[in-house]
């Protein structure tokens, strides 16, 4: 089977949504039977290299996936059909050669880097392996959604899914971290290479030089991978070192009570984040001008908004019930930092469409200044916070931060409607 393009009046948008909401679904149901193994079998410590592995694993893949992609879907909209899979070919060469240059600083600071994972060099580098086969799924996954092939988007996103909890499973019968978490990079394989079996695409014929294609659009193309790079720096390897800050600064203990805050959080904002590429973001891109693309937002937020508010209201209210059930009993002592933490997820979920707002319209200047803006107010908050709470101050900053953030990135937005 081979994947197809649909018009876009073939497909409905209970359709579409069903298949959207069957993977976020599946993604929400087997990452936190992921954290709950992992709770139950290794304990605090356990969450923490769970959360440091899987930052590892999105520090290295941040450039191809929010640079070389997104690049790709914002040029590939202004190309004929034929052309757009060139590009995305081309895409694939990019993933790879970015890759290559990322991951030396890790191999060159390997000792800092592999602090809290205890891999030998086998493991290090097939992880390595791992996660460009999952860079490069996630090319798959983001072709699906432009082809507009909903099946094979669904279908990929249960399998990467359901293969890492099963890769997790297995694994922690074993009492080694290390290897559950080298397991769970491996799980990445499986479903990359059924989709390169049964759902690659006809390729057309290709240019002498079609790894350039994507290249020749070098304006925009170099725009998307600063601001993947920057991205990259302020948000992964920044919540990479703070997680290395906090365990040597507040031990192994209450950072994995922390980190089981943070997963809830990792995981509301990557499920919404991920909707809203598939049934936002698009639209948004495809809109006319600025003035049209902020109303189709307020449509977007109307709906939005009183949604997350009362979701965020009820994960107040049963804490100390989900922080049990998703983890372990101990785990229950984060729950008096729970309403920092969601108050933080609250501004933070709204935002998103904000700074996709942003990043549709290529306002990549104001993007790029209000993740400088935000960093700086974080960093800020914790450095005056942190000695007077300990580690409540890292849930206390994370609020502060995205308050400023949201107020911040809508009044720009209302005052330049980009």
């Given at each position: 089977?081979?994947?197809?393009?649909?018009?876009?009046?073939?497909?409905?948008?209970?359709?579409?949504?069903?298949?959207?909401?069957?993977?976020?679904g599946a993604k929400i149901i087997f990452n936190f039977l992921i954290s709950k193994q992992i709770a139950i079998t290794f304990g605090e410590e356990g969450?923490?290299?769970?959360?440091?592995?899987?930052?590892?694993?999105?520090?290295?893949?941040?450039?191809?996936?929010?640079?070389?992609?997104?690049?790709?879907?914002?040029?590939?909209?202004?190309?004929?059909?034929?052309?757009?899979?060139?590009?995305?070919?081309?895409?694939?060469?990019?993933?790879?050669?970015?890759?290559?240059?990322?991951?030396?600083?890790?191999?060159?600071?390997?000792?800092h880097f592999l602090n809290l994972f205890n891999f030998d060099a086998q493991q290090y580098f097939g992880i390595l392996a791992s996660i460009l086969a999952y860079i490069l799924l996630q090319l798959f996954l983001q072709y699906f959604l432009w082809a507009k092939s909903y099946v094979w988007y669904g279908i990929a996103n249960v399998l990467l899914s359901g293969c890492s909890f099963l890769a997790v499973y297995w694994?922690?019968?074993?009492?080694?971290?290390?290897?559950?978490?080298?397991?769970?990079?491996?799980?990445?394989?499986?479903?990359?290479?059924?989709?390169?079996?049964?759902?690659?695409?006809?390729?057309?014929?290709?240019?002498?030089k079609w790894w350039l294609a994507l290249y020749e659009e070098y304006a925009i193309f170099w725009q998307f991978i600063l601001l993947a790079l920057v991205g990259m720096l302020l948000d992964k390897l920044l919540s990479f070192e703070v997680r290395l800050w906090a365990v040597n600064t507040?031990?192994?203990?209450?950072?994995?009570?922390?980190?089981?805050?943070?997963?809830?959080?990792?995981?509301?904002?990557?499920?919404?984040?991920?909707?809203?590429?598939?049934?936002?973001?698009?639209v948004a891109c495809e809109m006319p001008d600025g003035k049209t693309a902020w109303a189709y937002t307020v449509r977007q937020l109307r709906v939005a908004a009183p949604v997350l508010l009362a979701m965020v209201v009820l994960l107040w209210w049963s804490r100390s019930w989900w922080l049990g059930l998703l983890y372990d009993e101990p785990f229950v002592r984060a729950a008096a930092w729970a309403h920092w933490q969601l108050?933080?997820?609250?501004?933070?979920?709204?935002?998103?469409?904000?700074?996709?707002?942003?990043?549709?319209?290529?306002?990549?200047?104001?993007?790029?200044?209000?993740?400088?803006?935000?960093?700086?107010?974080?960093?800020?908050?914790?450095?005056?916070?942190?000695?007077?709470?300990?580690?409540?101050?890292?849930?206390?900053?994370?609020?502060?931060?995205?308050?400023?953030y949201a107020v911040v990135l809508y009044a720009y937005v209302l005052w330049k409607r980009p």
């Open positions: 089977m081979k994947v197809n393009q649909s018009s876009p009046a073939v497909v409905s948008s209970s359709y579409r949504y069903f298949w959207i909401l069957l993977a976020l969450i923490t290299v769970l959360m440091h592995f899987l930052n590892f694993v999105a520090l290295l893949s941040f450039l191809p996936v929010e640079g070389v992609h997104r690049a790709w879907l914002s040029i590939a909209g202004k190309k004929p059909e034929l052309l757009n899979t060139e590009l995305w070919l081309a895409a694939h060469f990019w993933d790879v050669a970015l890759f290559l240059v990322v991951i030396a600083i890790p191999t060159l600071f390997l000792q694994a922690s019968r074993f009492g080694e971290l290390s290897f559950v978490l080298t397991a769970l990079a491996v799980s990445y394989w499986l479903p990359l290479l059924v989709v390169l079996l049964v759902a690659v695409p006809a390729f057309p014929p290709l240019q002498k507040f031990g192994m203990l209450d950072t994995g009570y922390w980190q089981a805050l943070v997963r809830m959080s990792e995981l509301l904002i990557g499920m919404l984040l991920a909707f809203l590429a598939a049934a936002y973001y698009p108050t933080g997820d609250f501004f933070r979920m709204l935002s998103c469409w904000g700074a996709l707002l942003l990043l549709a319209r290529q306002a990549l200047v104001a993007y790029l200044v209000m993740q400088l803006f935000s960093v700086v107010v974080y960093l800020l908050s914790l450095a005056s916070l942190y000695q007077l709470y300990a580690v409540a101050a890292l849930p206390m900053a994370y609020a502060i931060e995205h308050v400023a």
